[in-house]
């Protein structure tokens, strides 16, 4: 326990060197403060953009509710086609068959390949990058759930046959709830990567969301402001990973501890 | 009966994958022929006659040839870097609880933090040029790669290590002979990851940078209203990538064979 706190202690030291350093070299000029802003201005910075329109358009949180937004009905989306999917390309014997190698063409695609062509059909507005992260987490939500449902115990499914369950009854009450816990897996990979094709889809075409903050911070040479919405973008991804694995630890058994 | 029985499974699934990608052309033929969508988008025909033809004629500096090299490159050259600095640094602070101490607090900031979200910042500092492209791509893997080693590092079996100092090992054989191998298979699992982002990265960084490279042949097709480079240029991409997993499973198989994962 005690070298536990002593560990502690030297993280929390850590950490304050480390922002301590970084002011000292930006304000003292041995660091340029156009290329690395002292973590004090990048404060001011956030404080600012939370209040104010300039120079982009819209509020910071304006720009965060958009783009979870985004993420979050992508993903949604991706989920609910793709776990379904996944399960029957499993289960059913012919529907794999059929999609299997229709899928192993699409799947080596990155999602941000996908940008420019959803541009082309839907425009630069939010269908577009909704569309890319549905193709985003899609991929992962049916490749997890396919290896989850083909994990399943043959023991489990002998014994259920034996005591005459029929096929479905099988698919519903062994090999789904024993999926469980790699779906979920899916389901981390999924918001992963949606949160990652977010961020290129806006960089590369949009007028709101993060990623169009730093994208046109960038083009006025405001650093600070791109500085600010990367650590936004950081911080929001880790929290929407952290609500899920909240999520998985109370709704699923036999999952991670 | 048993091979008559394996004879007839392989002819199913080589008979439904053949109509399951039919039905697909099919569907993307009508869909070119009687709708909206065809007067925006290139029927299979046209774009299998554009492929082909990419292959003689240039699309803007190289020939598709020319344009996967690029990017392979750059991939290669982003990836190896953030490979040996990640491992490094996993190991690190995998083995050593001081280093950890010190460092997970900084590299966890910048952990959540998307290799395509370093772009515009990378822009800023380095410039546009080859050296930005290798630092996003850099920035996509490294992650990734610092926390699965991590976890292989911090997975090894206390036991082995116990019996292995019993046996009077030395500090430097320790980690060679047992901490090192044992860390090798989630290594493995970082490479993989890692190398499907640093894909994901190259084409990012080249939409928004770049005059060459396939990302850049793809965003080319949207601004120019030439949807055919587009197709071709997602034709190649899931080539090449497909192709890049395998290549490293097949190293896996073979260099790392006391993993018993499958």
Same mark, same amino acid.
């Given at each position: 326990?005690?070298?536990?706190?002593?560990?502690?202690?030297?993280?929390?030291?850590?950490?304050?060197?480390?922002?301590?350093?970084?002011?000292?070299?930006?304000?003292?000029?041995?660091?340029?403060?156009?290329?690395?802003?002292?973590?004090?201005?990048?404060?001011?910075?956030?404080?600012?953009?939370?209040?104010?329109?300039?120079?982009?358009?819209?509020?910071?949180?304006?720009?965060?509710?958009?783009?979870?937004?985004?993420?979050?009905?992508?993903?949604?989306?991706?989920?609910?086609?793709?776990?379904?999917?996944?399960?029957?390309?499993?289960?059913?014997?012919?529907?794999?068959?059929?999609?299997?190698?229709?899928?192993?063409?699409?799947?080596?695609?990155?999602?941000?390949?996908?940008?420019?062509?959803?541009?082309?059909?839907?425009?630069?507005?939010?269908?577009?990058?909704?569309?890319?992260?549905?193709?985003?987490?899609?991929?992962?939500?049916?490749?997890?759930?396919?290896?989850?449902?083909?994990?399943?115990?043959?023991?489990?499914?002998?014994?259920?046959?034996?005591?005459?369950?029929?096929?479905?009854?099988?698919?519903?009450?062994?090999?789904?709830?024993?999926?469980?816990?790699?779906?979920?897996?899916?389901?981390?990979?999924?918001?992963?990567?949606?949160?990652?094709?977010?961020?290129?889809?806006?960089?590369?075409?949009?007028?709101?969301?993060?990623?169009?903050?730093?994208?046109?911070?960038?083009?006025?040479?405001?650093?600070?402001?791109?500085?600010?919405?990367?650590?936004?973008?950081?911080?929001?991804?880790?929290?929407?990973?952290?609500?899920?694995?909240?999520?998985?630890?109370?709704?699923?058994?036999?999952?991670?501890? | 009966?048993?091979?008559?029985?394996?004879?007839?499974?392989?002819?199913?699934?080589?008979?439904?994958?053949?109509?399951?990608?039919?039905?697909?052309?099919?569907?993307?033929?009508?869909?070119?022929?009687?709708?909206?969508?065809?007067?925006?988008?290139?029927?299979?025909?046209?774009?299998?006659?554009?492929?082909?033809?990419?292959?003689?004629?240039?699309?803007?500096?190289?020939?598709?040839?020319?344009?996967?090299?690029?990017?392979?490159?750059?991939?290669?050259?982003?990836?190896?870097? &953030?490979? *040996?600095?990640? !491992? +490094?640094? %996993? @190991?690190?602070?995998?083995? $050593?609880?001081?280093?950890? =101490?010190? /460092?997970?607090?900084?590299?966890?900031?910048?952990?959540?933090?998307?290799?395509?979200?370093?772009?515009?910042?990378?822009?800023?500092?380095?410039?546009?040029?080859?050296?930005?492209?290798?630092?996003?791509?850099?920035?996509?893997?490294?992650?990734?790669?610092?926390?699965?080693?991590?976890?292989?590092?911090?997975?090894?079996?206390?036991?082995?290590?116990?019996?292995?100092?019993?046996?009077?090992?030395?500090?430097?054989?320790?980690?060679?002979?047992?901490?090192?191998? &044992?860390? *090798?298979?989630? !290594? +493995?699992? %970082? @490479?993989?990851?890692?190398? $499907?982002?640093?894909?994901? =990265?190259? /084409?990012?960084?080249?939409?928004?940078?770049?005059?060459?490279?396939?990302?850049?042949?793809?965003?080319?097709?949207?601004?120019?209203?030439?949807?055919?480079?587009?197709?071709?240029?997602?034709?190649?991409?899931?080539?090449?990538?497909?192709?890049?997993?395998?290549?490293?499973?097949?190293?896996?198989?073979?260099?790392?064979?006391?993993?018993?994962?499958?």
């Amino acid at each position: 326990m005690k070298k536990k706190t002593k560990y502690a202690l030297i993280s929390v030291a850590s950490l304050i060197v480390f922002i301590a350093v970084w002011q000292f070299l930006s304000t003292s000029g041995i660091l340029s403060a156009r290329k690395l802003p002292p973590p004090s201005k990048l404060f001011n910075t956030f404080i600012y953009k939370l209040q104010n329109k300039k120079p982009d358009g819209s509020m910071l949180g304006t720009h965060i509710w958009i783009s979870l937004q985004e993420a979050l009905y992508g993903f949604a989306l991706g989920m609910v086609i793709g776990v379904p999917l996944g399960i029957s390309m499993a289960w059913f014997d012919k529907f794999d068959k059929f999609f299997k190698p229709l899928f192993d063409i699409i799947k080596p695609i990155p999602p941000v390949g996908w940008v420019p062509i959803m541009i082309t059909f839907f425009g630069i507005g939010m269908m577009s990058k909704v569309s890319v992260i549905f193709i985003a987490s899609v991929i992962p939500a049916i490749i997890n759930s396919y290896s989850g449902i083909k994990q399943t115990k043959d023991v489990h499914l002998w014994v259920a046959q034996t005591f005459g369950a029929s096929r479905m009854k099988m698919l519903f009450t062994i090999a789904i709830p024993s999926a469980g816990p790699m779906i979920f897996t899916g389901a981390r990979v999924a918001l992963n990567g949606s949160w990652v094709s977010l961020v290129a889809a806006e960089l590369i075409a949009s007028t709101k969301g993060l990623g169009y903050m730093i994208q046109t911070a960038r083009l006025i040479g405001r650093i600070d402001i791109v500085f600010v919405g990367v650590l936004v973008i950081g911080l929001f991804g880790a929290m929407l990973m952290g609500l899920l694995t909240f999520i998985e630890k109370k709704f699923v058994k036999g999952g991670r501890r | 009966m048993k091979q008559r029985l394996m004879s007839k499974n392989a002819r199913d699934t080589l008979v439904y994958g053949i109509l399951g990608i039919i039905s697909f052309l099919l569907v993307w033929q009508l869909a070119c022929l009687f709708t909206n969508f065809g007067r925006i988008f290139p029927t299979p025909g046209e774009s299998f006659r554009a492929l082909m033809l990419a292959f003689v004629e240039p699309i803007g500096k190289y020939t598709i040839v020319g344009h996967i090299a690029t990017s392979l490159r750059r991939v290669l050259i982003g990836y190896v870097l &953030s490979s *040996v600095c990640g !491992i +490094f640094l %996993g @190991l690190l602070m995998g083995y $050593s609880e001081m280093a950890n =101490a010190i /460092l997970f607090p900084i590299f966890s900031i910048i952990r959540p933090i998307p290799g395509i979200a370093w772009i515009p910042l990378a822009i800023l500092w380095i410039g546009i040029g080859e050296s930005t492209i290798y630092f996003i791509i850099f920035m996509g893997g490294f992650s990734q790669m610092v926390m699965n080693t991590i976890d292989g590092a911090q997975q090894v079996n206390r036991e082995l290590v116990g019996v292995a100092k019993v046996l009077g090992i030395r500090r430097h054989q320790l980690f060679g002979r047992i901490l090192l191998p &044992s860390a *090798v298979p989630y !290594i +493995f699992t %970082g @490479l993989q990851t890692s190398l $499907s982002t640093s894909w994901m =990265a190259v /084409l990012a960084a080249e939409m928004i940078t770049a005059t060459e490279g396939v990302g850049w042949l793809i965003l080319s097709g949207m601004q120019t209203g030439r949807v055919v480079n587009n197709v071709i240029g997602m034709l190649s991409i899931g080539g090449v990538g497909l192709i890049l997993a395998s290549l490293l499973r097949e190293a896996e198989r073979r260099l790392c064979i006391w993993s018993v994962r499958s």
